[in-house]
């Protein structure tokens, strides 16, 4: 949904989203491929979303996806959101100029307490909870795990369960088919879809790709298991901070290792897991 062209697919999915919220049904959107905002605005830490996009009337979306738990992202979403938010503000700007920004995170996990699979987050007054401070910041996480839970997904009425439904790996072939050729936006991501893997070079990019977060996976469950193991005699809290600390390079050198071995190059490896370019040309 991050490339121009893919506006239907992406209208379809936005509108489906942000249904819950009563926001007007978007009609048109404009695709910023541009997926990285430099690190020139807040300090020196960038950052790289899935899909960046502004509305007819300014609002900027953004779209995370996370696949595993790193135990940040909350306050990754909120950083992401921040950087959205400025990245347009000049020296002598109106503070009035600053858009509306909805950032989107979709989850492989669970992370809040909420039962439900999608929750919505604003700025609220304590004691007043009608009382909204501003509509500038809206955050929307959407849970994989609650919604494959979920026991009467009603892929009839609601947009977004059609969505869900497609995005599942585990659903049905039935199911698919039926939300595919109910919904066009889906049908033109499905055919999308469909379309990239015909293409050798992409398909070999997907096979990678899914080595590298299976990869990935295992190596944040050994960090896990470690700080358990360190928990069970400091406090299980403590010791899974500890055991992250202590698992990390480990499992950062068997990272690049496997991607390496998959051709990956070094200044690829280099970036997803910090290991400098020198160090990874030496690994065997």
Same mark, same amino acid.
């Given at each position: 949904?991050?490339?121009?062209? *893919?506006? =239907?697919?992406? /209208? ?10 009563? #926001?007007?049904?978007?009609?048109? +959107? ?13 300090? *020196?830490?960038? #950052? %790289? ?6 509305? !007819?009337?300014?609002?900027? +979306?953004?779209? $995370? ?27 002598? *700007? ?8 909805? !950032?989107?995170? %979709? ?23 009608? #009382?909204?401070?501003? *509509?500038?910041? =809206? /955050? ?15 892929? $009839? ?33 499905? =055919? ?10 992409? /398909? +070999? ?18 960090? $896990? ?10 406090? @299980?809290?403590?010791? @899974?901070?500890?055991? @992250? =600390? ?20 070094? $200044? ?17």
């Amino acid at each position: 949904m991050g490339k121009q062209g *893919d506006e =239907e697919q992406l /209208l379809s999915f936005l509108n489906a989203v942000l249904a819950k919220t009563e #926001c007007d049904v978007l009609t048109s +959107i404009a695709i910023i491929e541009n997926t990285k905002i430099t690190p020139d605005v807040l300090g *020196d830490k960038s #950052c %790289i979303l899935d899909v960046r996009a502004k509305t !007819a009337d300014g609002t900027k +979306i953004e779209i $995370e996806v996370q696949l595993a738990n790193e135990y940040n992202m909350i306050k990754r979403l909120l950083y992401y959101w921040s950087r959205e938010f400025v990245v347009n503000l000049n020296s002598g *700007d109106n503070y009035q100029e600053l858009p509306k920004v909805i !950032a989107i995170g %979709i989850l492989n996990f669970s992370l809040l307490t909420v039962p439900e699979f999608h929750s919505t987050y604003h700025i609220w007054e304590d004691n007043n909870k009608k #009382c909204k401070l501003t *509509d500038d910041l =809206e /955050l929307h996480f959407i849970d994989m795990k609650k919604f494959r839970k979920l026991k009467n997904k009603d892929i $009839e009425n609601n947009p977004l369960h059609r969505w869900l439904s497609f995005l599942n790996e585990k659903e049905s072939d039935e199911t698919i088919k039926k939300v595919i050729n109910m919904d066009s936006g889906i049908k033109s991501a499905d =055919e999308k879809m469909k379309d990239l893997l015909k293409d050798k070079e992409s /398909l +070999i990019h997907y096979q990678k790709r899914e080595f590298a977060i299976t990869e990935y996976n295992n190596a944040l469950l050994r960090r $896990e298991e470690k700080g358990i193991e360190i928990g069970e005699k400091r406090g @299980i809290k403590k010791g @899974i901070e500890e055991g @992250i =600390e202590k698992g990390r390079s480990e499992e950062k050198l068997t990272i690049a290792i496997n991607l390496k071995k998959q051709g990956f190059t070094p $200044e690829t490896i280099s970036k997803a897991t910090g290991i400098p370019i020198n160090e990874i040309e030496d690994l065997q």
